[in-house]
């Protein structure tokens, strides 16, 4: 059976994931249009109503306009990274960009992500492309492990702190040692691999507290 | 309890009680009935009792007492004619006299009844806390979680019938503040409010007790023919204010007028406009013999609120649920008869929903609504008994008219 390479697929889900989103943005716009036109259609007497159901839906329509807004410019963003094979990349924003867009993949099996907060976030040369193929590769690697239902967390760690990223499930009552051992043998843990060799990075399985990946951002020749 | 004055014999017999919980109510109220002979009806008493005389179930009286929201009640008025019941239920016990309302549903005798005296007892919360650990062995954390939800709900019940908080003064003849006087100055002081109250003559409190009992089977018989509706009576001369959204005026004033005209101790009925009407219109009127019940199930909630709202609009009720497993409680729980379905939801998805309902509620009819869907996902759909399979955005009126489908195939199996 064909398959896509994985960077086509990766790309497929995320804009499936966007798109899915922004057909909601447009449904809700629509819904809120025609119910507009409904309370004209059912209120003529009555104008502090009417006057207040129409605020309520132009409220609305422009909340869900700007929600529209933020997720072309995300998905215009993440297309653009196509553009070159080696650039500057802003490892928090890249980072936040992606959790944007593929929020709604993870939320259907019941993981939120979050992102903690970073004061001087690192920044990196390399293929925009290939890095968030590994950060995905991360998630979903986790995602296969852990039982749905249970938050992803991902620091960001500044060169004098380390300089990497950590991607931990948020549930202390993981035992470490079985859970690394179920990342390692995955399939995907290879792929991980294999795809952060591409961009000399290196994936780690984290062994202290909560166990996790991380890809340290030393990039070795 | 009896008490005269120069050429009047005058009666104040009834008492209601509202408190906060564990605020020690209960002694006073023990105390003051065997005082002056009192019986003490409590919420549960009331509601029992109206569930006997008019078949209403009691958790659904239950539900209108704590102001949860009851499912479909936009077509079956349930809270209305629970209210009407149990208003029925006080007019008779206040047309006996001699007793003591303990709890909420005494907010239910309408002011105009002026021989019965109005009581808080309340506490600061601190107190009540303490008073559940002392009395009722409960920690700390335990009393104060029962005591914020029984005073939600107390809020909730008052907030609907008068816009006002539970406990705010006005409410009431007194508040007995139980964590600054004891039990015993308690009830001296109701007491001897008791005997200070200006009261009224016998004939004229039989008179209000008579209106009550008129108001309370008015306003059952109305029910079934409309909302909104305030009825007042004064000597069995009958006023009711139309006070919502009417499309008929004249025709639903005649009705009015026909219904209250036959309950026995009407002298005449006459309507008002009350200040909340006005003329309403519908966008189409879709003639159901018996509305659909339909549940709106979708994680988009601006979405499926929007919808709701204009399904309302063209007199679909419906109700809504934000997720798989709330979909299946649902109809666990409740009637739908037609389900608006998303596939892509967190944690359960539409497809095992479905899978579900045609299993276990073959006779719900399911339309799928999806902003996601594929061919392969229409055709499983379909293959697991999906009625119809629409692509949001889709046209409200290209919704309501597979929703009247659906209907038409639910009335013809039912034949």
Redesign the interface.
């Known amino acids: 059976m064909k398959t896509r390479d994985d960077a086509t697929a990766f790309f497929g889900q995320v804009t499936a994931s966007t798109t899915?989103e922004i057909?909601?943005v447009?449904?809700?716009i629509?819904?809120?249009a025609?119910?507009m036109e409904?309370i004209l259609?059912?209120?003529?007497?009555?104008l502090p109503?009417l006057l207040e159901n129409l605020k309520r839906c132009i409220g609305?329509t422009k909340?869900?306009a700007y929600r529209g807004v933020d997720l072309t410019s995300g998905l215009n963003a993440f297309a653009h990274t196509t553009d070159t094979f080696l650039a500057p990349v802003n490892v928090y924003e890249i980072i936040k960009n992606l959790i944007f867009l593929t929020k709604r993949f993870f939320?259907?099996?019941?993981i939120k992500l979050a992102l903690t907060d970073c004061n001087c976030p690192p920044s990196i040369m390399t293929d925009p492309v290939l890095f968030q193929k590994i950060l995905w590769m991360c998630l979903k690697c986790l995602t296969e492990t852990m039982d749905l239902?249970t938050n992803i967390i991902i620091t960001i760690l500044t060169p004098d702190t380390g300089n990497k990223i950590e991607f931990r499930p948020d549930d202390p009552t993981l035992d470490n040692g079985s859970f690394n051992q179920r990342l390692s043998r995955s399939a995907k843990w290879d792929d991980l691999e294999r795809t952060c060799k591409q961009i000399n990075l290196t994936p780690r399985l984290i062994t202290q507290t909560l166990p996790g990946i991380s890809i340290g951002l030393d990039q070795k020749s | 309890m009896k008490l005269t004055i120069k050429n009047m014999e005058a009666v104040v017999s009834i008492l209601t009680i509202t408190n906060g919980l564990y605020t020690n109510s209960e002694e006073i109220i023990q105390i003051l009935g065997k005082k002056f002979n009192y019986r003490i009806l409590t919420d549960a008493d009331l509601i029992e009792k109206t569930h006997h005389d008019h078949d209403i179930r009691l958790a659904t009286l239950q539900k209108v007492l704590d102001s949860r929201p009851i499912a479909f009640n936009d077509f079956t008025h349930e809270k209305e004619r629970c209210i009407s019941a149990l208003k029925k239920t006080l007019s008779d016990f206040v047309s006996e006299g001699n007793c003591i309302f303990h709890g909420a549903l005494g907010h239910l005798i309408p002011k105009t009844i002026t021989h019965v005296m109005r009581v808080l007892v309340i506490a600061e919360k601190n107190q009540r806390i303490k008073n559940a650990e002392d009395k009722k062995g409960l920690s700390k954390k335990e009393a104060l979680k029962k005591i914020e939800l029984s005073d939600k709900h107390a809020f909730l019940w008052t907030a609907s019938l008068f816009n006002e908080k539970a406990w705010n003064k006005s409410l009431y003849d007194i508040v007995i503040p139980s964590d600054k006087i004891d039990t015993k100055e308690a009830v001296e002081l109701i007491s001897k409010y008791l005997n200070k109250l200006l009261f009224t003559h016998k004939d004229l409190i039989k008179q209000e007790a008579l209106d009550f009992k008129l108001i309370a089977d008015i306003e059952l018989a109305l029910d079934n023919i409309g909302q909104g509706l305030l009825v007042e009576s004064h000597k069995g001369d009958v006023v009711v204010t139309i006070d919502k959204k009417v499309m008929l005026l004249t025709k639903f004033q005649q009705k009015i007028i026909q219904t209250t005209k036959t309950i026995p101790g009407v002298n005449s009925v006459e309507t008002k406009i009350g200040q909340n009407y006005y003329k309403g219109n519908i966008i189409h009127n879709y003639e159901f013999e018996t509305p659909l019940r339909i549940l709106l199930v979708d994680d988009e909630k601006e979405f499926v609120q929007t919808l709701s709202e204009r399904l309302k609009m063209r007199q679909f009720t419906n109700e809504i649920v934000y997720n798989g497993q709330a979909a299946l409680n649902f109809t666990d729980e409740e009637d739908p008869e037609v389900i608006l379905l998303d596939l892509k939801m967190p944690g359960i998805d539409g497809f095992e929903v479905l899978k579900t309902i045609k299993k276990t509620k073959p006779h719900i009819e399911v339309i799928i609504l999806t902003g996601h869907g594929s061919k392969a996902d229409k055709a499983t759909c379909m293959d697991l008994g999906a009625f119809a399979y629409l692509q949001k955005p889709a046209d409200i009126d290209l919704i309501t008219q597979t929703m009247k489908k659906a209907y038409e195939k639910i009335e013809a199996q039912k034949e």
């Open positions: 899915h057909q909601n447009l449904a809700i629509k819904e809120n025609g119910l409904d259609l059912m209120n003529p007497d009555n109503t609305k909340e869900q939320l259907q099996k019941g239902n």
